[in-house]
């Protein structure tokens, strides 16, 4: 039986708890996709208020193909300094960070980008091989800046998830059609990050329960990749306002068979009972964004016995207005120290 509070081990990461700060875009890039100071004091912030392993929110690889004006871009432009800041900062407060890596796919908006989305059938071969160094880089970048992994963002209708899902790729080569065909971009970045930052550098993977039509192909297709940990959300997170329950636990148990690498759960987790439902349902990492947004502090309060339930409404309202401004609860007033001079009247 796995306890909340205990030491964990996640692939080459010793946690100090079994608690993950789900990758939640923040909006503190600069409208060019720079980072910011803010950015960095809002991973810190987290790990100060005892979350175990912080995942930002999804950095994109390829500077052209952004999801929105607050995303910041990881390629070369990526202020070191700030990068380490960011890690050093997590470190001093015991926590772990990791990079989420993403490209956007059909979700990145023409009125960001000059540029039309582009779906899976719209990639050339040589474009793939491109993506693929992409992400080479992204994850170089966070090692040499002293991070402790990236994940890899299958999830929500991004790229990757585009060509895992079925309904999306159109492909009619060896990037589409069957369930292996469908994960090969993943598995050749999979593969070649690991190739490039080693076995020390924690490798994970975000996917849909319910995008590819296959959860227990896909877990084992993930555990053959040898990830380290594979973080289960759904394509359709954001219809499921009001919901606090784990919407997408029931999906996973019926899909875990033989599956042994570790699992983290995100979606409805509000509560201190129910991440232990969670854990003791044989998940082993419980994860949380929404009720982070609205209380940083919340896994803080949850370990020193203070609250045991999120303030957060699930209302979603943070998801509506994030793409305009800096991401926080519509309910609550969370102080974000400095945003005004970051965002001035954005803010
Ligand atoms: C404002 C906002 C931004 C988000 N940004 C990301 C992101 O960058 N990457 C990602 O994988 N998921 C993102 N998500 C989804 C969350 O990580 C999570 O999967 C989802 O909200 C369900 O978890 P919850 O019930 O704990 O909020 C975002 C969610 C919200 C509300």
């Known amino acids: 039986m796995y306890e909340l509070w205990e030491q964990a081990q996640l692939g080459p990461l010793t946690l100090k708890n079994r608690t993950v700060r789900s990758a939640t875009n923040e909006h503190l890039s600069e409208p060019d996709g720079r980072l910011t100071r803010v950015w960095a004091d809002t991973l810190i912030e987290l790990a100060k208020n005892q979350v175990g392993l912080v995942i930002t929110g999804h950095f994109s690889v390829d500077g052209s193909q952004r999801a929105d004006e607050g995303q910041p871009v990881m390629d070369s432009r990526a202020d070191p300094e700030?990068?380490?800041?960011a890690a050093s900062g997590v470190h001093a407060h015991g926590g772990k960070l990791v990079a989420q890596l993403s490209h956007?796919?059909?979700?990145?908006?023409?009125?960001?980008?000059?540029?039309?989305?582009?779906?899976p059938a719209d990639f050339s071969l040589e474009e793939l091989d491109r993506l693929v160094d992409q992400?080479?880089?992204?994850?170089?970048?966070?090692?040499?800046?002293?991070?402790?992994?990236?994940?890899?963002?299958?999830?929500?209708?991004?790229?990757?998830?585009?060509?895992?899902?079925p309904r999306t790729n159109l492909r009619t080569d060896e990037y589409g059609d069957s369930l292996e065909n469908r994960f090969r971009l993943t598995s050749r970045i999979l593969t070649a990050v690991r190739r490039?930052?080693?076995?020390?550098?924690?490798?994970?993977?975000?996917?849909?329960?319910?995008?590819?039509?296959?959860l227990h192909g896909l877990l084992?297709?993930?555990?053959?990749?040898?990830?380290?940990?594979?973080?289960?959300?759904?394509?359709?997170?954001?219809?499921?306002?009001?919901?606090?329950?784990?919407?997408?636990l029931r999906d996973l148990e019926q899909a875990r068979d033989g599956i042994s690498m570790p699992l983290i759960l995100v979606g409805g987790i509000f509560s201190l009972q129910t991440a232990q439902n969670v854990l003791a349902a044989g998940i082993p990492f419980v994860s949380f964004s929404r009720a982070l947004i609205c209380q940083p502090d919340f896994i803080a309060r949850m370990e020193a016995g203070v609250q045991e339930e999120s303030a957060c409404l699930a209302c979603n309202g943070c998801y509506k207005v994030y793409r305009q401004r800096p991401v926080r609860c519509v309910q609550h007033t969370v102080p974000i120290p400095q945003l005004s001079k970051v965002f001035g009247s954005r803010g």
């Not at 956007?104 to 779906?119: D, I, Q, R, W, Y």
């Not at 490039?196 to 993977?205: E, I, M, N, Q």
Request: charged content about 20%; hydrophobic content about 45%.
């Open 220 to 248: 084992n297709l993930f555990q053959e990749a040898d990830v380290d940990g594979a973080e289960v959300s759904g394509v359709d997170f954001s219809a499921r306002a009001g919901v606090k329950e784990p919407f997408y």
């Open 104 to 119: 956007s796919g059909p979700k990145a908006p023409p009125a960001v980008n000059g540029l039309p989305a582009k779906n």
């Open 82 to 85: 700030l990068l380490r800041l």
């Open 196 to 214: 490039a930052c080693g076995k020390d550098f924690a490798l994970l993977v975000k996917l849909d329960a319910n995008g590819c039509g296959d």
């Open 135 to 165: 992400f080479v880089f992204a994850a170089r970048l966070c090692q040499q800046a002293g991070w402790d992994g990236v994940q890899i963002h299958n999830a929500h209708g991004y790229l990757l998830s585009s060509f895992l899902n």
